[in-house]
C-alpha cells in the first residue's frame, strides 16, 4: 500500500473508532428492553444493506454462505451480550470489558487460526486477564448486578473475536456489501428468536427511542462496523483490533459528561493492565513472532 493508501486507511480507521464509540451512549439513551434495542439495530441496519447488497451480488459458495451464516450469528450473540451488559454495569466497564476481543483472538488463535501463542503472548495473556479480574472485583464490591454486565460484556468480546476471524477469511472472497448484508440479515434473525422467545416488546417506545435505534444503524453499525470491515482487507486484521480500543477512552468520557458516571478507582489500573496487554500482544504481531 502507497503512503497516500496508508494515511487513507488510517482516517477511515479513526472515522470508524468515532463512530462505535457513540453505541454504548445511544444504547444508554434508548427507553427500549436490550434485546429490542439489539434487534432494530440489526433490522434497520439489514434494510438499508439490501439495495446495494443485491445489486452487487455475485455467486457464493455453501462454504462461504454457511461461514457468513455462521458469523451473523456471532455478531447477533456478541449484541445480545453486549447491549444486555449496559443494564447492569457501568458504560466504562462494559466498553473497557467488551473490546478485549484482541485477547480473545490471541486465545483461540491456536484453534481457529492455528497460530500457537509464544511467551509474550501467554505473559499478555495474563496481564490482560488480571486487568479483567481487577474490574470485575470492583464491580463485585458495588454489586452482583455489576459483575452480571462483567461477565455479558465478556460474552460479547469472545464473539465478537470468532466474528472478526471469520471475517478476516470471507472478506478476501466476497463483496463488502455483500458479506455485511449476508452477517447483518443473520444476526437480524438470530434476534429475533431471542425477542420471541423472552416475549420482548418491539413496540410501544417513546418516539425519541426510535430516532436512537435509527442512529445506532447508521453510525455505530452501518459507519463504524462497515469501515471497521473495510479496513480488515486493506489493513492486517490485529491492527484494526487496536484501534478499536480508542472506544473506551471515547465512552467513558461521553459517559462522564453526558450522564456524570465516573469509573471507581479499581477501573483505572484494571485498564491499565488490559491495555498493556493488548499493546504488547500488538507488538508481538509486529515483529512477526506466534502470538
Not at 131 to 160: E, H, P, Q, W
Not at 264 to 290: C, D, H, K, S, T
Request: proline letters at 5%.
Amino acid at each position: 500500500m502507497t503512503g497516500g493508501g496508508k494515511l487513507r486507511a488510517g482516517i477511515v480507521l479513526a472515522v470508524a473508532v468515532v463512530a462505535i464509540s457513540w453505541s454504548a451512549i445511544l444504547v444508554r439513551m434508548a427507553a427500549a428492553p436490550a434485546l429490542a434495542i439489539a434487534f432494530y439495530r440489526m433490522l434497520f441496519s439489514t434494510a438499508a444493506l439490501t439495495p446495494v447488497g443485491l445489486c452487487t451480488h455475485r455467486p457464493v459458495s455453501r462454504r462461504d454462505l454457511g461461514l457468513a451464516a455462521l458469523a451473523g450469528i456471532l455478531l447477533g450473540l456478541h449484541f445480545a451480550a453486549w447491549i444486555s451488559s449496559l443494564d447492569y454495569t457501568t458504560v466504562a466497564s462494559s466498553v473497557m470489558l467488551v473490546t478485549t476481543q484482541p485477547l480473545f483472538t490471541a486465545i483461540l488463535g491456536p484453534f481457529v487460526l492455528r497460530e500457537r501463542v509464544g511467551i509474550r503472548g501467554a505473559g499478555a495473556i495474563l496481564l490482560s486477564l488480571a486487568g479483567i479480574a481487577l474490574i470485575a472485583g470492583s464491580d463485585f464490591r458495588i454489586g452482583g448486578d455489576a459483575l452480571l454486565g462483567d461477565g455479558l460484556a465478556v460474552v460479547g468480546a469472545m464473539t465478537a473475536s470468532i466474528y472478526f476471524m471469520l471475517g478476516r477469511a470471507l472478506r478476501h472472497r466476497l463483496r463488502l456489501s455483500q458479506y455485511l448484508l449476508l452477517v447483518n440479515g443473520a444476526a437480524t434473525l438470530v434476534l429475533l428468536l431471542f425477542v420471541l422467545l423472552y416475549r420482548v416488546p418491539l413496540h410501544g417506545f417513546p418516539p425519541l427511542t426510535w430516532l436512537w435505534f435509527v442512529l445506532l444503524a447508521a453510525g455505530p453499525n452501518l459507519t463504524g462496523h462497515g469501515l471497521l470491515n473495510w479496513s480488515v482487507r486493506r489493513l492486517p486484521a490485529f491492527p484494526v483490533n487496536m484501534a478499536v480500543l480508542g472506544e473506551p477512552v471515547l465512552a467513558t468520557l461521553y459517559a462522564a459528561f453526558l450522564f456524570g458516571e465516573r469509573p471507581v478507582f479499581l477501573f483505572y489500573p484494571g485498564a491499565g493492565l488490559i491495555l498493556a496487554g493488548l499493546l504488547m500482544v500488538q507488538w508481538n504481531r509486529e515483529e512477526g513472532e506466534p502470538v
